[in-house]
């Protein structure tokens, strides 16, 4: 017998038949004699919906209160997902995040999990209901509701697994495992049967949309065991994402490749080369709370630096007004935004044991006329910003010249 705990997404909850689907899957793994939890999102669009009616009534809606708002859309679910279960003949019992006492800091719309009182769902389990938590949401110390941000069910999910000592954590979805890359852009694509948890950390970083990053990295923490399967199909061992890595010649040098259009390049021409430009550049950008990714600076044999960096597209804007606002006083020339950028990756922990991938991917890309405009790399990494108009074309060209198609 082993403890399991399943988080299922909102495609995976969208309406009653799936719901039922779902209620069926845990009553085999009942059967088998599994303890279940499961974590539940809510219905896919819900959690949209939500959030538009509160800007009808509030452009900018008060963090607090859109929390309140937001988390209803999982309290729906758990308790279909309960009576469903319940339909089936099985005992069920569904908790909100403040229920179980989910405790987070209290940074409304965006709350990080301090600690989780597990005494209700041990009881539950060992009395032989099924728990059905909701995902995304907790309590602050103040009894304040708080979300976790887009994607916080996953973390939800991996936090539970982590403060159970589960034997497995299971993240179902609308695809049935982790790919080489994305198969909607290469159709020859792989399912791989297991990958590394730093590889899949990678990947969740540099855009991969199977696993949040948040909940890779708890997983990572607490050494939960992780895998990824697909709600829509009934057989099947998805991706078991191991902290183990394969000690074989056969092992891939990479693994997968990851893409991203949703950064913008700022760059900051001509600012005099001295300690602590840097700081100046990014300190009131980090005070603004905005995340930076990839930094390149580049100094002339005039004193001068140029100083370029990546942001989320949406915070272009925000950082070009900062930016703008001290450009006299540190002594820019020109301050400039690009939002018609891609990064694409490689990843795999086989670039630690062989050379020369680097030049291969760059290389690739150069016969294909694709022009690198900026480099980042990791021990397991190498990540590169292009024109977005060739993003397919790189992620298509790299994924063959890497052979990744082959099993």
């Known amino acids: 017998m082993a403890l399991i705990v399943q988080k299922y997404g909102g495609t995976s909850v969208a309406n009653p038949e799936r719901i039922k689907a779902l209620a069926s899957r845990v009553a085999r793994y009942k059967a088998l004699g599994h303890q279940v939890v499961v974590v539940v999102s809510a219905m896919s669009g819900e959690t949209n919906r939500l959030i538009a009616l509160a800007r009808e009534l509030m452009p900018d809606p008060d963090p607090r209160e859109l929390d309140v708002v937001v988390s209803t859309g ?8 309960a009576m469903a279960l319940m339909d089936l003949g099985i005992k069920a019992k569904s908790y909100t995040g403040s229920q179980v006492r989910i405790v987070t800091n209290s940074a409304f719309t ?9 005494a209700k769902i041990r009881a539950d389990l060992n009395s032989g209901h099924v728990v059905v938590v909701a995902g995304f949401q ?18 939800t999910g991996v936090a539970l697994a982590a403060a159970l000592k589960a034997d497995e954590c299971q993240i179902y979805t609308d695809v049935d495992g982790v790919y080489t890359t994305d198969p909607r852009i290469v159709p020859e694509a792989r399912r791989l049967k297991s990958i590394t948890f730093e590889e899949m950390l990678e990947l969740a970083s540099q855009g991969s949309k199977v696993l949040q990053i948040r909940s890779v990295e708890f997983a990572g923490k607490y050494q939960v065991k992780l895998r990824v399967l697909s709600s829509f199909e009934e057989e099947g061992d998805g991706t078991l994402i191991t902290f183990e890595e394969e000690d074989n ?21 001509g600012v005099p080369d001295r300690p602590g430009i840097a700081y100046q550049i990014l300190g009131p950008i980090a005070d603004a709370n905005i995340d930076v ?19 989320h597209k949406n915070e272009l804007n925000k950082a070009l ?21 891609a990064k694409v990756s490689i990843v795999g922990v086989g670039m630690r044991s062989h050379v020369g991938v680097a030049s291969q991917m760059f ?9 690198i405009q900026m480099i980042s790399t990791s021990e397991i990494k190498i990540a590169v910003v292009i024109e977005e108009k060739y993003m397919e074309l790189a992620v298509r060209v ?10």
């Not at 999982?74 to 997902?81: D, F, K, S, Y």
């Not at 290389?363 to 022009?371: H, V």
Request: glycine share 10%; aromatic share 4%; net charge negative.
């Open 293 to 311: 990714d990839i930094i390149i600076q580049n100094t002339g044999a005039d004193g001068t630096t140029d100083f370029t960096f990546t942001v």
């Open 74 to 81: 999982e309290q729906v679910t758990i308790g279909l997902t």
């Open 321 to 341: 007004d900062i930016l703008r606002n001290i450009q006299a006083h540190i002594g820019a020339r020109e301050i400039a935004g690009d939002d018609k950028i």
């Open 363 to 371: 290389r690739t890309l150069a016969e294909e006329g694709i022009n």
């Open 138 to 155: 907790g309590v602050d110390e103040h009894g304040n509701i708080t979300t976790l941000g887009r994607g916080g069910s996953d973390t």
């Open 249 to 269: 010649m056969e092992q891939p040098i990479i693994s997968g490749i990851a893409f991203n259009r949703d950064e913008a390049k700022v760059t900051v021409l």
């Open 398 to 407: 790299l994924h063959k010249a890497f052979e990744l198609e082959e099993a």
């Open 110 to 118: 965006k709350a990080r999990i301090l600690h989780i009182d597990d």
